[in-house]
């Protein structure tokens, strides 16, 4: 099997087989993102990928799991993202989830009824990295996204009835845009009603422009107890139900569930920890208005 560059996979798909799809992103320019600066954007050849895909079926015997990289794949055409998804079927019939990586802004340059068509060919769900709900964070970090557009690509992908993972960052909003940025991604989230989440703390990339902002000292960190109190802000006033997938190897208080089921229990972890931080009174003043 063929893998060109760096390669990626969100860890919920630790135990997935990945086809290479696409190479690179088609962004390319968040300011705290490395994963795709070795290379630019392009769709594979259909044929290399069926290559792959049955390469990939005499190696493994039994396959439960598919991930399609690299960064959103949802921006090929839908013509040969359906006939990539139907390959894959054919040759893993045992298997009981295909997913991708796709941009918000993919969703919303496709019609419902195209993404329908992707979904019956037989997608399972998308990550989607939203960031942050704040306009000006979102435009703080060249994500070439709008709040607008992060609503309507949602909304499309749920009326076709694909189900999606929005992940966003803890702290992205830095030390000095903390509230406005938990705030506006609890509202997003709310409004948007995505069936699961994935939060993670910041963690600055080498080679990133973030980490120039930081070393010019044109971005502060968020500090730790910052980046708890805005977990706790969202854990608090997030109102939908969702699978919560607040394990990210960056985050300071490592747990995922249910969020109705476990809301009661991730508060009281984070609030032990709240206590127990040692930086707490220098932090507490400085996020003291909430
Ligand atoms: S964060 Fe996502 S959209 Fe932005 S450059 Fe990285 S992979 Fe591309």
Redesign the pocket.
Known sequence: MQYEGKVYRPWPEARSILIQTTLG?S????TF?S??DDKRFKVRDIEDVFKDIEQARHIYPFVDSIFLID??VMAARTDYLIKILDKLRHTFPEATKISMYS?LNDFRRKTVSELKEIKDAGLDMCYS?L?SGDPLVLENIK?RMTREHAIEGMARAKEAGIETLLSFIFGLGGRERSREHIEATTDILNITKPEQIAPMALAIQPGTVMEQEVQRGEFLMPTQMQVLEEEKYLLENLNIDTFYWGDHGNNLVPQKGFLLDSREEFLGNLNRVIKANPMAKENIIQTFSW
């Open positions: 992103c962004i390319n320019t968040c993102c994963m795709f960064g959103n941009g990295g960031e994500k």
